[in-house]
């Protein structure tokens, strides 16, 4: 069986391409997943995608992830957008499931504003990627398949 990757990104997301372009690029979200996706089937692996400006939609996204049915995934890529920053109910969730998360974004929130420098969710994940851009979301893949033995 192949690996399932979930890419869930969250808050203002859907605005790649629009949103503050010096930063996260003239990419749009669908340009970003088409490559991710290319990306993950070219080292044997599946990928859903889940975007949501709801944080209450993430938290079941991840839930979902490690239960049985339709939303299930063997690793997550989580790109909470600003909720990386603040959201208890997120890392609650990802502390909650036996699914392995990568936290993962676009910009360098360490070279960026004060309040980027805090993640609610990086203690409870395997790792963390920052500041590559769309290759950010290709490393998460890479770092997930890895650790799944794929
Ligand atoms: C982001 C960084 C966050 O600080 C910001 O709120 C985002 C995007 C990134 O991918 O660089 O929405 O997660």
Avoid: K, W
Wanted: proline content about 1%; glycine content about 12%.
């Amino acid at each position: 069986m192949a690996i399932t990757i979930l890419v869930v990104n969250g808050p203002n997301l859907n605005l790649l391409g629009v949103r503050e372009t010096d930063i996260y690029g003239e990419g749009t979200l669908d340009e970003l997943m088409a490559g991710v996706s290319a990306h993950a089937e070219s080292r044997g692996a599946v990928v859903r995608h889940v975007q949501s400006n709801v944080e209450g939609d993430l938290v079941e996204a991840i839930q979902a992830a490690a239960a049985g049915g339709d939303g299930a995934a063997d690793g997550v890529v989580l790109n909470a957008g600003a909720l990386t920053h603040y959201s208890i109910a997120l890392r609650d969730a990802i502390a909650a499931v036996d699914v392995p998360v990568v936290e993962t974004h676009l910009s360098n929130v360490y070279a960026r504003e004060d309040f980027r420098h805090t993640s609610a969710v990086a203690a409870v994940c395997v790792g963390v990627i920052t500041g590559f851009g769309a290759t950010s979301y290709r490393l998460a893949v890479d770092a997930l398949i890895d650790l799944l033995g794929g």
